[in-house]
């Protein structure tokens, strides 16, 4: 059987879990996910897992956050007193925004908290700090043209 290596476009089905049980990712009931191993669009950790595998082999494994998002950085927090807050954006806890970074760099952040001094504002990935467990089915290899 052929087995998966680096540049071969594949199709896995997944479910992401947390170190509790809980998902915070799956594939069930969607198309599986498709990609091409070493182009960097999926995490570093996920691709390792995943390498060796066998169309129809299923594979559990877990990633420190090193292999997946990293650590949570304080850094990456940031409160934004409320006066200088753009006027024409209410915000609310869980709200997604960007902003530019001062190279110029776009920065997704999360509204975490609200008082009325300041709105904190989180650019850490949600599970940054996590481990993460994957159970992977490998429904598919192909090798790009």
């Not at 799956?26 to 897992?49: D, M, N, V, Y």
Request: aromatic share 6%.
């Amino acid at each position: 059987m052929t087995t998966l290596k680096n540049g071969d476009t594949v199709k896995v089905h997944y479910t992401g879990t947390l170190e509790d049980g809980r998902v915070f990712d799956t594939s069930k009931g969607r198309e599986p996910l498709e990609f091409t191993t070493g182009e960097g669009r999926i995490i570093t950790g996920f691709e390792k897992g995943i390498l060796g595998m066998e169309v129809g082999e299923t594979r559990d494994f877990e990633l420190s956050p090193d292999e997946a998002y990293g650590h949570r950085q304080e850094q990456m927090v940031l409160e934004v007193p409320a006066e200088e807050f753009p006027n024409h954006i209410q915000p609310t806890i869980g709200m997604r925004l960007q902003i530019q970074q001062s190279q110029g760099n776009p920065l997704e952040v999360v509204v975490t908290d609200i008082s009325d001094e300041a709105v904190t504002l989180d650019g850490n990935h949600p599970l940054a700090g996590q481990t993460l467990h994957f159970q992977v089915e490998l429904v598919e290899i192909s090798n790009p043209a």
